[in-house]
């Protein structure tokens, strides 16, 4: 009687290509870690040249060829810019304009958010297409019609002309919907059940769980307004309101040349909030979001 045996079943590949796999996925990792190295180099050069043009006396700074490292390192423009601006009052008022603005809207955005995406009222549907479309009308046509209301009201060089015309954003109030909308309505119901108003629902069950939106937002927002420089140009003509942007602009040296050291000591007093502020939140950042896709 003859026995029938089965051919044996390939388990693994053949030696060869796995070391040909292994060659490709080094090759692979190579070329990914040599792109993100360029990349890196490419951002971190201009503040590089920023930070050490910064500690360049006038001789070095003017020099050609430039160089980027200073062969003699100095504080004088450091020094300069405290003698010729306020400018410790100028980093206070960027910090009240970038944080007033940011927690302003903070709320009113997610409170108009709130309302757009978990409550059913007449005209929701227009009313977000009119916030929608009010985001393609550029920031320039509606500038000067700002100022002339925030002039008419008295508040040109005051806190509360530059935060208040911004205290709320079309973008975060979409942004704010469209992640609230993600959120289950189970969580609402359960709320209402339980006699809880649309306030206590609000406060107490949408906003812990949209913390990584808000997260985001703020990061944006503080930025965008510690950063922006036709605004508080525009509406501060006072040099004790203005912010570290619009104080920059007030620099000038002998002849009317611009001291570049000293503008660039300037600049690098005005990244270093943003830095720290990163270095901060970047782990809380990077937890909140890893959290969403988990709900």
Aim: proline share 7%; no cysteine; aromatic share 12%.
């Amino acid at each position: 009687m003859t026995s029938l045996t089965t051919p044996p079943v390939a388990t693994s590949a053949p030696p060869t290509r796995r070391r040909r796999h292994r060659k490709t996925g080094r090759a692979s990792s190579l070329l990914l870690l040599v792109a993100a190295l360029a990349a890196s180099a490419l951002v971190l050069l201009p503040i590089a040249i920023i930070a050490f043009t910064a500690f360049k006396p006038v001789a070095e700074v003017n020099a050609y060829p430039p160089t980027l490292l200073p062969e003699v390192w100095t504080l004088d423009n450091f020094v300069q810019i405290f003698e010729e601006l306020p400018f410790a009052r100028l980093i206070v008022n960027s910090f009240i304009f970038a944080g007033g603005v940011t927690a302003f809207a903070l709320l009113f955005d997610s409170l108009a958010a709130y309302a757009l995406a978990r409550i059913d009222f007449r005209g929701s549907r227009v009313l977000l297409i009119a916030i929608i479309a009010s985001l393609m009308i550029p920031f320039q046509a509606t500038l000067i019609p700002i100022y002339q209301l925030v002039s008419d009201l008295g508040w040109v060089n005051t806190y509360a002309g530059l935060i208040a015309p911004r205290a709320a954003d079309a973008f975060g109030i979409f942004f704010l919907r469209q992640f609230f909308l993600s959120l289950p309505r189970d969580l609402d119901n359960a709320a209402r059940l339980d006699g809880a108003s649309e306030w206590r629902i609000f406060w107490n069950v949408v906003l812990p769980n949209a913390k990584p939106a808000l997260l985001t937002l703020a990061i944006f927002t503080f930025v965008n307004n510690w950063n922006d420089l036709l605004w508080p140009l525009v509406f501060t003509t006072d040099a004790e309101m203005g912010t570290i942007t619009s104080g920059l602009t007030l620099l000038t040296g002998p002849g009317g040349i611009i001291p570049q050291g000293v503008m660039m000591a300037g600049s690098l007093i005005a990244v270093l909030p943003l830095a720290i502020m990163f270095l901060f939140v970047q782990r809380r950042f990077i937890e909140s979001v890893a959290s969403t896709g988990l709900k």
